[in-house]
Structure formats: C-alpha cells, structure tokens
C-alpha cells in the first residue's frame, strides 16, 4: 500500500514537472544569472573579476555560471601570466560565448647557415632556444642600416633574456663591404654573408624575384616564424612603432603560439609584382592614391575610450549611409577590408595605430574615399560614409 502511494506520488511530481515545462518555464540559468562559455586553444586557468574558475584544455568547451552584468574575464599561465583578458558582457538568462585564439607560426623556419667575413660558420640552430630577428640587407641601403641598428639597441638592451639579432649581407662584394659596415655602425651581433638565392630560397620566395630589402623574419624560441616582413612593408620602415613592443611580448612569451593574433602587425612578406592575384590591400590603396582620382574621407565623430578593448587594440565603427555596398580598406600595422551593406553599420577590432583608409562604393561612377586616419589604442572610432555630390 505505501509502495502503491510512493509510486503514485512519484507520478503526480513528474506529471507536474511536465505540465511546467509545456507552460514555458524556463530550463535554462535563472534570470539573474548567465552562462559564460569559453572554448580556447591554449591551455590555462580562467579567472573573473580576479577569482580563479575553471581549468581550460585546448579543444574543449568550459562553461561558468556568472552574475549577470559586466566581468572582467582573463586566461593565465601556469606561471600566473595574462595570456589574455577582456571585459564580457554576460545577458541574463543566456549564455555568451568567447574564442580565445592565438598566433599560428607562418611555417617551421629550416636551419640557415651563413659565413661571416673572418671566415666563421653561423647556423640558426646555434640560436635554438632563442628568439632570433634575421634581417637580409644590402649594406648601403638606408631602410637596411635603420633596421640594424633598431636591432643593435635591442640586443644590447634584452640580449641576455633570450634574444639573438643576426644579419645577411647579399651584397655581391660583401666580403669587402661587410666589416666597414659592422665597424661604422658598430654593430655588435654577427653579420653573415650569403647570395641572393640562398636568401631567396630560405624566404620562401619566387628564385626569379628581386626582393625589396631588408627582408626580416622573426622566429621564436622553437624555431618556427612568427612574422616576416618585405622591404616595402610599414613595419620595417617604423620598426619602433611597429615591431618594439610585439618582439619584447614574444621574447617574453617564447612561443609565437603563445601571443595573440596581430601581435606582429600586417605580415606580408614580398611577392611578384607581376602576378595579379598576388596584389594585397595596400597595393589597392597606392593605386587609388597614385591616381589623384579620390574624395577626402568623411570627418568622423572623435574616438572614446573602450574599456572593453585589450592592450593595443582598437575598434572602428563604419556606417554606410549610401545606397550602395561599401568597401573600406585599412592598410598599417595590419590590413582590414570591412564590408558593409546599404544602411548599415559594421564594428571590428584591429592592433592600433596609423592606417591608409579607402572607401569603395559598388558604382563606377563614384569615386573612391580616401585618407589616413589614426586609431589610438584602447579606443573606439567611427565614420559615417555618404554621398553629398552629383556625379
């Protein structure tokens, strides 16, 4: 009899179970609460608000029930090290999501070996274990001796912390310009010579091209290439804009696995002018630019501080106020192409600084707008693009 009364209660509990849910309760977090979902591809430990949380495994999916509202969110090492951070929204009653991505190696750098002009061998794999900036020079070239002696200061200044700075001579008679060179910019690091398609070779370039100099790679602690830069390329011409403080986060850090992506800004290493295909987004811009055939860039509302943005960052809000699809090209520290449809608006996020803007409507019969624009870090901007003029 009582077993009889159990199972009928039983019954009557889940029938009310049921009859809840059909009326809508709602299975999920509690109002005032939200879910937190964080899939990373580096291992570490979460922390909210300061507190530690939840273990994260690489692949793997970690949800954390949080107070709905703001947090601020962060992944550390083993070592207790930020790998990451961001301010998060969290909705009441719903779950938010975050990928955490870092930087992938361009490739696996193969081992290079140079000769010095007293005759010393010099291979990479003596620097293994050590962060290495190459640079391939031609030794009268100006771009060449600036990156020099960049590299001269910061392998004095952080040499003993795991940072190795080596350079290449391709000049034809290097033999003989090398050691003036090395003496009239006393350069304190080995200078090597090789040829051309050796060079060429290790680049990972056409065996036909004649490359802009210098040529930069940097590779981290276990050999592989972070970054890797044409003479041509913004980077190389402001190294201390550009590159000091992404080569000291990976000197820090060791691995380029380890730094988030567009720590080393805009890598576009050189390729043939001659191949269409090969044309980047800063190669657009310079053509728009030669032309003289553009509009100035509309004057956008001043930039404001993001708290949500991380070190280095900052975001641009475009709105498209034509009636026809937009295209905005961003060439600096990285390249951008945002697109936009007619009456719309579009917000991303980008490493911070000095940027050629392009904007391109989809009507051959409007021109392009163009201009430069600086986007400080930790900030948020905006522009407005419409059309004003009869064409």
Not at 106 to 130: E, H, N, Q
Not at 169 to 174: G, H, I, K, P
Request: aromatic residues 6%; neutral net charge.
């Amino acid at each position: 009899m009582l077993r009889s009364a159990l199972m009928l209660l039983a019954t009557v509990v889940f029938a009310a179970g049921q009859n809840q849910t059909k009326q809508g309760t709602p299975s999920g977090p509690p109002m005032s609460m939200g879910v937190l979902a964080i899939a990373s591809d580096h291992e570490g430990t979460l922390f909210v608000d300061g507190e530690r949380k939840i273990a994260i495994l690489p692949g793997k999916i970690a949800t954390v029930r949080l107070t709905a509202g703001q947090h601020f969110v962060d992944l550390r090492d083993s070592k207790g090290s930020k790998l990451w951070e961001r301010i998060v929204n969290v909705p009441a009653g719903a779950q938010v999501a975050e990928r955490i991505e870092f930087s992938k190696p361009i490739r696996s750098s193969p081992d290079f070996t140079m000769t010095t002009a007293d005759g010393k061998r010099v291979s990479l794999a003596d620097y293994r274990g050590k962060v290495v900036a190459l640079e391939f020079i031609l030794v009268h070239c100006p771009h060449c001796i600036t990156t020099s002696i960049f590299m001269k200061k910061l392998y004095e200044e952080v040499g003993t912390s795991g940072f190795q700075a080596l350079a290449v001579s391709v000049d034809a008679n290097a033999s003989e310009v090398v050691p003036e060179f090395v003496s009239r910019n006393a350069i304190s690091y080995p200078v090597g010579i090789a040829s051309i398609p050796a060079g060429l070779t290790y680049l990972s370039l056409p065996p036909n091209l004649v490359p802009m100099v210098p040529q930069l790679v940097i590779l981290d602690r276990k050999g592989d290439i972070c970054a890797q830069y044409g003479g041509d390329s913004p980077a190389v011409k402001d190294l201390e804009v550009y590159l000091s403080k992404p080569l000291r986060q990976l000197i820090s850090a060791g691995l380029c696995s380890s730094l988030l992506p567009g720590t080393f800004p805009g890598l576009n290493p050189s390729a043939p002018a001659s191949n269409p295909s090969s044309a980047s987004l800063a190669q657009e811009i310079e053509q728009a630019e030669r032309s003289g055939r553009t509009t100035p860039l509309p004057s956008g509302s001043p930039c404001t501080p993001d708290s949500s943005l991380i070190r280095g960052m900052a975001r641009y809000e475009v709105k498209n106020s034509t009636a026809y699809d937009l295209r905005v090209i961003l060439s600096g520290p990285t390249e951008q192409e945002i697109r936009v449809a007619p009456s719309s608006s579009r917000s991303v996020t980008f490493p911070a600084g000095l940027y050629k803007v392009l904007g391109r409507v989809a009507s051959p019969n409007i021109l392009p707008f163009y201009g430069q624009e600086s986007f400080p870090d930790g900030t948020g901007c905006a522009s407005e693009f419409y059309i004003d003029q009869k064409f």
